[in-house]
């Protein structure tokens, strides 16, 4: 069996999880919690970092130590204050993108090491590096970073005409 390769749109609220399945098409994998988007929400408690869904319902009760806007800070040196300590957003998004990775496997039931991620086609090449470093801190032994924009347009295919922005 070939080793899966799974894409991911890490939005600055959402992400989602997708695989190409021959014969069938792009489909979306879902969550540990049965939902096809995860909440790109990060936690920082005593006892570690959460992140998705219960870090996003964290934010609700006690929004000091929980941020959903990581993606924009790559490469820069901004960092989130918990308990005395400094987190990077690279950090931060390590145990998000742990969890996603984690999420697919549990679905296909396989390991999974290689990914595509989809960023905003106006990263610079900082943010990019960043993100590539830190998805393969996330256990992604190959990663490929692509524009949304080029993303979307590969995801339709061939097939009729579309005009993607």
Do not use: C
């Not at 992140?51 to 934010?59: F, K, L, P, Q, S």
């Not at 145990?95 to 390991?111: N, W």
């Amino acid at each position: 069996m070939k080793e899966p390769i799974i894409g991911i749109d890490l939005g600055t609220r959402y992400a989602q999880i997708a695989i190409h399945e021959p014969g069938s098409g792009v489909k979306i994998i879902p969550n540990r919690w049965g939902t096809l988007r995860t909440p790109s929400f990060v936690a920082l408690t005593p006892d570690g970092m959460i992140a998705g869904e219960d870090a996003a319902r964290m934010a609700l009760s006690s929004s000091h130590n929980v941020w959903w806007d990581m993606k924009r800070h790559l490469g820069t040196d901004w960092v989130a204050r918990y308990g005395g300590k400094a987190y990077t957003p690279e950090d931060l998004l390590f145990s998000l993108l742990s969890l996603m990775r984690e999420d697919a496997e549990a679905v296909l039931k396989t390991f999974v090491s290689s990914g595509v991620l989809a960023v905003p086609a106006h990263f610079s090449f900082p943010e990019r590096g960043a993100l590539a470093k830190t998805a393969q801190l996330a256990g992604f032994e190959r990663v490929k970073i692509v524009n949304e924009p080029t993303a979307a347009a590969l995801s339709v295919g061939i097939d009729g005409r579309f005009l993607v922005l």
